[in-house]
């Protein structure tokens, strides 16, 4: 089974490890200690936990699945196009719109906004140090 450490349940949470420790003490979160005395999350808890988090904000309905909330950082307007970019945590996401749209929102820098994905391509990565033998 997949463990992680509090720092690394704090990351993938995108949240700092002392919120993830406050979750814990407060029995929201299980976690065990390791043969070492470290605290850790069982990837099975960590998802269910995470999964439990998810909101849409507004109470909508929608078929998109991928919300990313985020600070927009960078907003490039010509005459007919905009250039959105967000910062959600650890990650970019750019958005390619009409000027318009970007005008009605009222997207500048500094304003909270959620880039909603919706795709039926999407590549999905396991980095090689996390890989298993099992494989």
Do not use: C
Not at 63 to 91: C, F, H, W
């Amino acid at each position: 089974m997949t463990t992680f450490r509090i720092s690394e349940a704090a990351t993938l949470l995108g949240v700092s490890p002392d919120t993830v420790r406050r979750w814990v003490d407060a029995g929201r979160l299980t976690a065990r200690r390791d043969e070492h005395g470290h605290r850790m999350v069982a990837g099975t808890d960590l998802a269910a936990f995470a999964r439990a988090r998810i909101e849409t904000g507004d109470g909508s309905v929608s078929s998109a699945r991928n919300r990313l909330s985020g600070i927009v950082t960078d907003v490039l307007k010509d005459s007919v196009m905009a250039q959105v970019e967000i910062a959600a945590g650890p990650y970019r996401v750019v958005s390619l719109m009409s000027r318009q749209a970007a005008d009605e929102m009222g997207l500048e820098v500094g304003k909270v906004a959620v880039a909603v994905i919706k795709s039926t391509n999407v590549v999905v990565e396991v980095p090689d140090h996390l890989r298993t033998a099992a494989q």
